[in-house]
């Protein structure tokens, strides 16, 4: 059973991708990122069939790389989530006065590594207008973004969007710069040595991004197994760990660290540098996301 969040759709038109990457591999990229990047292209064909994930990504990065804005109608759906959840990643949350605009003060923690915290050498305006219509009219439509801005008691008014919007294309090309390197002695296929995050492109992990989050910072969606809250989906591109990681109380996991996406990662190239709970940092969440894509790129073709 997994307990889902609000969902807000966004249904456009559409143009087809073109890149250097093909439809069809962009495809087997975002169905390996949400259902299992250890899946074979035969496996992940067969998902293709019954989901409409890969056609809502694909429909979001198609919008974010168009130069004309595309129609947009929004549906929704209830919402249901775990708040003991919500009080942790509430409690690891602080204004700092870093920005004036409190949307963007609680989720702009630098990356841990100064070596890591990489200046944008660009802002696409184009780009930033787009993402600023979907988060404009996601609050004009008190949808998911706005909801869970109440959930997190932030106020917002439409000039701080547009200011976050900026904020969030900025950190993903920041982060679309960064080289990795493995620091784990562990052999393994898929975590490969170097992992060069620019060969994601930005439109790609915007568009997983609101897919998976619709760009609100700490989002999540918690799994439950056996009637016991086992893994946590957090952040951005709604990353995948163990709850034990994000919280050591008996009352939310099991007392069992698995190794899920954010451990594996975290041990392999970031030297365990990260909790849990910072996901929900835009740079913390994007970078997870970005190296996550990177190393399923890597692989599958």
Not at 38 to 44: D, P, T
Not at 48 to 57: G, K, N, Q
Not at 133 to 149: A, S, V, Y
Not at 188 to 200: A, E, G, P, T
């Given at each position: 059973?997994?307990?889902?969040?609000l969902s807000v759709l966004f249904l456009f038109s559409c143009?087809?991708?073109?890149?250097?990457?093909?439809?069809?591999?962009?495809?087997?990229?975002?169905?390996?990122?949400?259902?299992?990047?250890?899946?074979?292209?035969?496996?992940?064909?067969?998902?293709?069939?019954?989901?409409?994930?890969?056609?809502?990504?694909?429909?979001?990065?198609?919008?974010?790389?168009?130069?004309?804005?595309?129609?947009?109608?929004?549906?929704?759906?209830?919402?249901?989530?775990?708040?003991?959840?919500?009080?942790?990643?509430?409690?690891?949350?602080?204004?700092?006065?870093?920005?004036?605009?409190?949307?963007?003060?609680?989720?702009?923690?630098?990356?841990?590594?100064?070596?890591?915290?990489?200046?944008?050498?660009?802002?696409?305006?184009?780009?930033?207008?787009?993402?600023?219509?979907?988060?404009?009219?996601?609050?004009?439509?008190?949808?998911?973004?706005?909801?869970?801005?109440?959930?997190?008691?932030?106020?917002?008014?439409?000039?701080?969007?547009?200011?976050?919007?900026?904020?969030?294309?900025?950190?993903?090309?920041?982060?679309?710069?960064?080289?990795?390197?493995?620091?784990?002695?562990?052999?393994?296929?898929?975590?490969?040595?170097?992992?060069?995050?620019?060969?994601?492109?930005?439109?790609?992990?915007?568009?997983?991004?609101?897919?998976?989050?619709?760009?609100?910072?700490?989002?999540?969606?918690?799994?439950?197994?056996?009637?016991?809250?086992?893994?946590?989906?957090?952040?951005?591109?709604?990353?995948?760990?163990?709850?034990?990681?994000?919280?050591?109380?008996?009352?939310?996991?099991?007392?069992?660290?698995?190794?899920?996406?954010?451990?594996?990662?975290?041990?392999?190239?970031?030297?365990?540098?990260?909790?849990?709970?910072?996901?929900?940092?835009?740079?913390?969440?994007?970078?997870?996301?970005?190296?996550?894509?990177?190393?399923?790129?890597?692989?599958?073709?």
């Amino acid at each position: 059973m997994i307990i889902s969040m609000l969902s807000v759709l966004f249904l456009f038109s559409c143009v087809p991708v073109q890149s250097e990457t093909s439809e069809e591999n962009l495809r087997y990229i975002v169905l390996a990122y949400r259902f299992g990047y250890g899946l074979s292209k035969e496996k992940l064909a067969q998902i293709a069939e019954r989901t409409t994930y890969d056609d809502e990504v694909l429909m979001y990065y198609e919008y974010f790389k168009a130069d004309k804005p595309s129609k947009v109608s929004i549906v929704k759906s209830p919402q249901i989530y775990d708040e003991r959840i919500l009080n942790v990643i509430k409690s690891n949350l602080s204004a700092n006065g870093t920005s004036s605009i409190k949307l963007i003060d609680l989720f702009d923690e630098p990356l841990p590594k100064a070596e890591w915290n990489l200046d944008s050498d660009q802002t696409p305006p184009k780009l930033v207008e787009k993402v600023q219509r979907l988060l404009i009219n996601d609050w004009n439509n008190k949808g998911f973004f706005h909801e869970w801005c109440k959930r997190f008691s932030i106020e917002v008014n439409l000039e701080d969007l547009k200011s976050y919007a900026e904020f969030l294309v900025n950190a993903c090309h920041s982060i679309s710069k960064l080289k990795l390197s493995r620091i784990s002695s562990v052999q393994s296929n898929f975590f490969v040595q170097k992992v060069d995050l620019s060969i994601v492109p930005s439109e790609l992990m915007l568009a997983i991004c609101y897919v998976e989050s619709k760009l609100f910072p700490a989002a999540f969606r918690a799994e439950i197994r056996n009637d016991v809250l086992q893994a946590v989906s957090v952040g951005l591109g709604q990353t995948l760990a163990d709850v034990d990681s994000l919280s050591r109380e008996s009352d939310i996991g099991n007392g069992v660290k698995d190794l899920y996406t954010f451990e594996l990662l975290n041990f392999h190239y970031f030297e365990n540098s990260f909790s849990c709970a910072e996901l929900s940092q835009v740079r913390a969440g994007l970078l997870f996301c970005g190296t996550l894509l990177a190393l399923i790129w890597l692989n599958l073709f």
